[in-house]
């Protein structure tokens, strides 16, 4: 009786937590259809305005206010793996660590984070006006310019990875690994102090927070967003 009297109660703190708290297993915040898992910045619900779900992808909107969407949960160590797309001369990307604490700026198109938590730039190589290596797509934006990377042309989707590990980080563009670092370490603080965040007090002082993706103003395609507590 004791034994079965303690199975169940295991069974029902197992269905008591969601599954986008269970470690190691795989989860979609995004799977081509529901957007449960997210919502806008400093928003209750999804800015459906800005982001429409198209053949399965969640595609960023032009010619209306841009605003980003990130995960209702909060992450400090994750995997996460996505498809994403960009149009000529599209701009997109994610960010981690986001406490939401900033508001966007009027005439700002860019995200209120964009200057307070590290950034893994998705860009059109090409056509984008900022051919600086360090912003390049698979960056750890302004701060780290990616190695080994092949970019799909222009349309397709890229596949993209960030693995934040205990400290421990790496992005990944296509299968391979074009970014690696170490959170706190005198080489990225160094790095830091020189790079336009170097004025901002605030930026990279979280350790944990929401997953946040940027809506830049030109087209991007995100699908197949799925996240691994580690």
Known sequence: MK???FLLLLLSGTIGMSYGQQTHQWHYLFNGKSVTELRGYKMDSFPFE???IEDGALVAQTGVPNVDFLTKETFTNFDLTLEWAVS???NGGIFYNVLENSNHESGNGNSPNWLDNFEMQLLDDIDFNDHE???SAGSLYDLIAPQNKHLKPVGEFNTARLLVDHGHVEQWINGRKVVEYELGSGALNDLISHSKYKTNPNFAKSTSGHIMFQ????KIWLKNIKIKRL
């Open 215 to 218: 809506h830049h103003g030109q």
């Open 133 to 135: 290596p360090r912003r």
């Open 3 to 5: 034994k079965t009297f």
């Open 88 to 90: 000529k001369a599209g």
């Open 50 to 52: 800005a982001w429409k």
